[in-house]
């Protein structure tokens, strides 16, 4: 699923193509599910001929500014949902397939806004930039004010826009029973940390993602904040670009699960790291043995009975 370094990259696509344009038309198809609260008629109205002055993005959220009193378009990617400019393939969340299609209009696509100059009446340079959404996991609301509306009012902190200091991060963590990587994944905790996200954090900070969130050492609670920030950072840095992610991420091998792929991650001794996945907050989590063990550093990983396993459910308001 796109997360926070992947809306961002959404976010900074639109303000390429869009800013400053005016929507001289928008399409859309009927999908009652995807189009909460309204209708696609509803949208289409709302945004036709008003000026695109920004866009913007909390947590795993993105919204426009658009000139005028009337309501924001405010978007949510759920699991498949993704951005597509007329004659360029879809960003896709990790990487564009080989059989990416620039068929137009895209399949699933839920709109399509024709943006054209200021003082372009024919629309002969339009700029064509749709939403997609395959699993209709993804939401399109217009609101007043995004920012003090729900979805994003019930968000916890962004890593990037408003990351708690050290010491009002301490207690929001301690007084939590919960394994620390569902707390991550807890959009109402921290908003944009997805499961790759979560999994690079703890890896960073050297923690296994099971441990419970009220047992971190201080220690551990100063890294896993710091790696919140630092990953974030980094990959949005980049564009949210895998191929520039820093070598020695986890990202960079963590996709062979149930592959015999060998992957190349090496631990700080040069020696082989071994990568093992388990669920934890109804995801699949991956870690590396050596470096992230619930016993602390150099100790043996030993478990007990598990709780059974809660499959995933994408929330509909997030």
Same mark, same amino acid.
């Given at each position: 699923?796109?997360?926070?370094?992947?809306?961002?990259?959404?976010?900074?696509?639109?303000?390429?193509? !869009? *800013?400053?344009?005016?929507?001289?038309?928008?399409?859309?198809?009927?999908?009652?599910?995807?189009?909460?609260?309204? &209708?696609?008629?509803?949208?289409?109205?709302?945004?036709?001929?008003?000026?695109?002055?920004?866009?913007? *993005? %909390?947590?795993?959220?993105?919204?426009?500014?658009?000139?005028?009193?009337?309501?924001?378009?405010?978007?949510?990617?759920?699991?498949?949902?993704?951005?597509?400019?007329? $004659?360029?393939?879809?960003?896709? %969340?990790?990487?564009?397939?080989?059989?990416?299609?620039?068929?137009?209009?895209?399949?699933?696509?839920?709109?399509?806004?024709?943006?054209?100059?200021?003082? =372009?009446?024919?629309?002969?340079?339009?700029?064509?930039?749709? @939403?997609?959404?395959? *699993?209709?996991?993804?939401?399109?609301?217009?609101?007043?004010? +995004?920012?003090?509306?729900?979805?994003?009012?019930?968000?916890?902190?962004?890593?990037?826009?408003?990351?708690?200091?050290?010491?009002?991060?301490?207690?929001?963590?301690?007084?939590?029973?919960?394994?620390?990587?569902?707390?991550?994944?807890?959009?109402?905790?921290?908003?944009?940390?997805?499961?790759?996200?979560?999994?690079?954090?703890?890896?960073?900070?050297?923690?296994? +993602?099971?441990?419970?969130?009220?047992?971190?050492?201080?220690?551990?609670?100063?890294?896993?904040?710091?790696?919140?920030?630092?990953?974030?950072?980094? !990959?949005?840095?980049?564009?949210?670009?895998?191929?520039? @992610?820093? =070598?020695?991420?986890?990202?960079?091998?963590?996709?062979?699960? $149930?592959?015999?792929?060998?992957?190349?991650?090496?631990? +700080?001794?040069?020696? +082989?790291?071994?990568?093992?996945?388990?669920?934890?907050?109804?995801?699949?989590?991956?870690?590396?043995?050596?470096?992230? &063990?619930?016993?602390?550093?150099?100790?043996?990983?030993?478990?007990?009975? *598990?709780?059974?396993?809660? !499959?995933?459910?994408?929330?509909?308001?997030?």
């Amino acid at each position: 699923m796109p997360e926070l370094p992947e809306v961002e990259k959404a976010k900074n696509l639109i303000n390429k193509v !869009a *800013r400053g344009k005016i929507i001289q038309k928008v399409e859309t198809v009927e999908d009652t599910i995807v189009f909460a609260g309204i &209708t696609h008629d509803d949208f289409a109205k709302e945004l036709n001929g008003r000026t695109v002055e920004s866009a913007e *993005r %909390y947590g795993k959220v993105f919204f426009l500014n658009l000139s005028g009193d009337g309501k924001k378009p405010v978007l949510h990617f759920g699991m498949t949902g993704m951005l597509q400019i007329k $004659g360029q393939p879809a960003s896709h %969340y990790r990487e564009v397939p080989k059989s990416a299609s620039t068929d137009w209009p895209p399949r699933f696509m839920k709109f399509i806004l024709h943006l054209v100059d200021p003082g =372009d009446e024919s629309g002969a340079e339009a700029v064509q930039l749709a @939403f997609l959404d395959a *699993r209709r996991l993804g939401r399109i609301r217009l609101c007043e004010s +995004p920012l003090t509306e729900a979805p994003i009012c019930d968000l916890g902190f962004d890593p990037i826009l408003s990351m708690p200091s050290i010491e009002e991060f301490r207690p929001l963590v301690l007084k939590r029973s919960c394994p620390i990587k569902a707390l991550l994944l807890d959009q109402s905790f921290s908003a944009g940390v997805g499961n790759w996200v979560a999994d690079e954090i703890l890896y960073n900070a050297r923690v296994h +993602p099971e441990v419970r969130s009220n047992t971190l050492t201080d220690e551990q609670l100063v890294a896993v904040h710091h790696q919140i920030s630092n990953v974030c950072k980094i !990959a949005v840095s980049v564009d949210a670009d895998s191929t520039q @992610f820093p =070598d020695h991420w986890l990202f960079n091998h963590r996709w062979g699960k $149930g592959k015999k792929a060998a992957h190349n991650l090496k631990l +700080p001794t040069g020696e +082989p790291a071994t990568i093992k996945w388990i669920t934890v907050g109804g995801r699949t989590s991956a870690f590396v043995a050596e470096l992230q &063990t619930l016993g602390g550093p150099g100790k043996k990983l030993t478990r007990g009975k *598990r709780k059974a396993k809660v !499959a995933f459910i994408e929330l509909p308001d997030l």
